[in-house]
């Protein structure tokens, strides 16, 4: 059944989930939010790539901050680029495209920070992306990109049965972490200290202690404050 407009959720959970579920859970159920020197470059990088809306480079159409959705899957958000690219042969799957003359194959190119490197988080969110044009313009996404901002280098993705097959996991337990309503304990591991939420989600003081011990402890230590 395909979920309603107002029970769509941001593809850009599916990456702070793939992170880690209670980063996830404290951006999009709590509405927590820390920005430290990553995140600001990232937020800086998407703006410059939002500046201009399309272009035309050769014989591909490029189209910026392109809205995207997905009923069957219940995602919204916003694709960095979608480029078109044309395609000649008619039994080659392609898509007409508003405005545009022709069959057209979507090509999304989701732009980050850093150099390569192996995030399956990216791939998720990219593919989520692939997902939501197949749905809005009915033809296969097969491929896409990541842009890494430092090394100024495209990384191909092929969108393949195991990342689909993840993606939509992904989707299910997305879903499922906001529909609970709350977030889950933390684990620390070497991500944490990468986190911009690090200081928010305090994960090493919480995981090595239970709830109720660091409540009694909190507690005690404002009672020797005193007034």
């Known amino acids: 059944m395909p979920f309603s407009e107002d029970d769509l959720l941001p593809i850009s959970a599916l990456q702070h989930l793939e992170y880690c579920p ?7 159920i709590e509405g927590l939010w820390s920005e430290n020197a990553q995140t600001a470059e990232g937020r800086l990088l998407h703006q410059r790539v939002h500046a201009v809306a399309a272009e035309t480079i050769g014989n591909v159409r490029s189209v910026r901050g392109l809205r995207l959705a ?17 395609v000649d042969d008619p039994a080659e799957p392609a898509a007409v495209v508003p405005g545009l003359a022709g069959r057209w194959r979507p090509y999304p ?6 150099r390569r490197k192996p995030e399956i988080s990216y791939l998720v969110q990219l593919c989520a992306q ?18 890494h901002g ?25 879903h499922a972490l906001i529909a609970a309503g709350h977030p889950p304990p933390p684990r620390y591991g070497p991500k944490c200290k990468f986190c911009s939420l690090a200081e928010t989600c305090v994960p090493k003081l919480l995981a090595s202690r239970s709830a109720r011990g ?14």
């Open 70 to 86: 997905s009923r069957r899957l219940g995602l919204f958000g916003v694709a960095d680029v979608v480029e078109f690219h044309p």
């Open 150 to 174: 430092k090394s100024r280098r495209r990384q191909p993705v092929d969108f393949g049965a195991a990342l689909r097959a993840r993606t939509e996991e992904r989707v299910g337990q997305l």
């Open 214 to 227: 660091y409540l009694t402890q909190a507690i005690q230590s404002l009672l020797k404050e005193g007034p």
């Open 22 to 28: 209670r980063r996830c859970a404290l951006i999009h």
């Open 109 to 114: 190119v989701e732009y980050k920070r850093g």
């Open 130 to 147: 692939a997902l939501c044009l197949e749905e809005m313009l009915q033809t296969a996404v097969p491929a896409g990109a990541l842009y």
